[in-house]
């Protein structure tokens, strides 16, 4: 460990105080972590700022109850369904802190200058004054993650007496041989603890003085360390009272218990596909609405689980998944551009299926549900955007013998191309203008894409067939 007493490198962009001296004649001012945060998010509101960058379809739930609870100096537990956003929401917090803050060089616990609280540090500022070396720590630094799980020990958490320490002479009732856990290390920051009903009842109980009185007991030691920390956590209600539960001790030591919840909104769902998939492809609005609806149906289905809920990752996997089928086939047939089709939705159908929990009762019909619903999605998006348009010219050109053929293997060009002639309809472009706004779509692929879901709704409407064989899709 670095001495108390030495100088160490100034990170990159951090100011450049080095002493105490310094720091105390700059006029700077000690906060306890909840008045930092407090400052700094009362800040952000009156300069109409957003601190929750990312986040959506909470703002006005979630985020109203998280603000108070954090003005109001509230450890918070947030409880909700697996892919609600809890972790990120968390993690979103140490945006709240300041960018840098000075802490004492080599510390432990990365104590604050004006306030050390250890027996090494306490002992280094009475030697050395207004001469004890300080460095500066981001704000990264200071926000600390677990995932409980049922092998945590308490040493994890709070810590233990150091083996090595006592070997190297140093007698049990010494407080330098404990090595601290990850709670007292971040002090004068966010610890975060994700699924805390996994967390053994027994390890639980070793969080209780830390939650309350803020101090730590260790094997018998009492240690009287005045620990600022914030002690976030998140929770799936089926595992609150199933799996685990948080017991009613600690959880009366939380003074928030915030409900978070999926998007409420399309639009939000929309948005956090769009923020958080990593596309390798083009992948049109259209279909990411498609994907949204879906999954909000899911959501909604007697046939799902709705206990273990459905995750917003199953429809970012799923744009993912229709962008690689994009890809792939941009790449074997030589296209320009890679851009999804409607048709690239059956990959992700056939792939998705195992991130949901169907019903006892719904054995053997897994496919048949998430087709069905796909193509409820489908056909709510065709009502959405193509409502009053006339099509029907080209239902008659399909009823006089015409089709269209589109598929896996066949290119957006090759789309396009073998689309029945409608004298001078301009219903083709219409069909753009409606998805893409004026100018009806930038590439071949995105107004393939296009009349690719006007097909696929008159398909839905029973207002024309569709045989797909292999890896091509008839219309006709």
Not at 87 to 116: C, K, N, Q, Y
Not at 381 to 408: M, N, P, Q, Y
């Amino acid at each position: 460990m670095t001495s108390l007493s030495s100088a160490s490198p100034a990170p990159s962009g951090s100011p450049s105080l080095s002493t105490v001296g310094e720091l105390r004649a700059s006029g700077h001012v000690h906060k306890s972590l909840r008045t930092e945060i407090r400052d700094n998010l009362l800040a952000r509101l009156a300069a109409g700022e957003d601190p929750w960058p990312g986040l959506h379809g909470f703002q006005d739930t979630v985020i109203p109850q998280l603000e108070r609870a954090l003005l109001a100096g509230h450890d918070v537990v947030l409880l909700g369904e697996r892919g609600q956003g809890k972790t990120r929401l968390l993690r979103t917090m140490v945006g709240l802190l300041d960018e840098w803050t000075p802490v004492i060089s080599g510390s432990e616990l990365g104590e604050h200058p004006f306030e050390p609280i250890t027996h090494a540090s306490k002992a280094a500022a009475a030697t050395y004054g207004d001469d004890l070396r300080i460095s500066w720590q981001h704000r990264s630094e200071r926000y600390a993650e677990k995932l409980a799980t049922p092998d945590t020990s308490v040493a994890d958490l709070i810590g233990d007496v150091d083996p090595m320490k006592v070997a190297e002479g140093r007698s049990l009732g010494d407080p330098e041989t404990i090595h601290f856990g990850l709670i007292p290390r971040s002090h004068r920051g966010i610890v975060a603890i994700n699924e805390l009903p996994d967390l053994a009842e027994r390890i639980q109980v070793a969080m209780l003085n830390v939650m309350e009185e803020r101090d730590i007991q260790i094997r018998g030691y009492v240690l009287r360390l005045p620990l600022d920390v914030l002690v976030v956590a998140s929770a799936n209600p089926e595992d609150y009272t199933n799996r685990g539960r948080i017991i009613t001790p600690l959880k009366d030591r939380f003074g928030a218990e915030i409900r978070t919840h999926y998007p409420s909104e399309l639009a939000a769902e929309m948005a956090v596909v769009r923020q958080e998939a990593h596309l390798v492809a083009d992948v049109p609005e259209p279909l990411l609405e498609v994907l949204a609806r879906f999954t909000r149906n899911l959501r909604e289905s007697t046939a799902v689980d709705q206990r273990s809920g459905v995750s917003a990752r199953f429809a970012i996997a799923g744009a993912e998944t229709i962008a690689a089928s994009a890809l792939r086939r941009a790449t074997i047939l030589g296209e320009d551009a890679a851009v999804a089709r409607v048709v690239d939705l059956e990959t992700a159908v056939d792939v998705l299926g195992g991130k949901i929990e169907f019903e006892s009762g719904e054995e053997g019909r897994e496919a048949e549900i998430l087709t069905h619903l796909v193509r409820t999605a489908t056909a709510e998006t065709v009502r959405e955007h193509f409502r009053g348009l006339d099509f029907a010219l080209l239902v008659e050109a399909i009823e006089e013998g015409s089709t269209v053929t589109t598929g896996a293997a066949v290119s957006a060009r090759d789309v396009l191309a073998g689309l029945p002639v409608l004298g001078e309809s301009e219903l083709y472009d219409q069909v753009c203008e409606r998805l893409y706004g004026e100018g009806g779509g930038d590439s071949d692929g995105q107004r393939a894409c296009a009349i690719e879901l006007a097909l696929e709704g008159l398909f839905l409407a029973r207002k024309i067939g569709k045989d797909t064989d292999g890896s091509e899709t008839i219309y006709g």
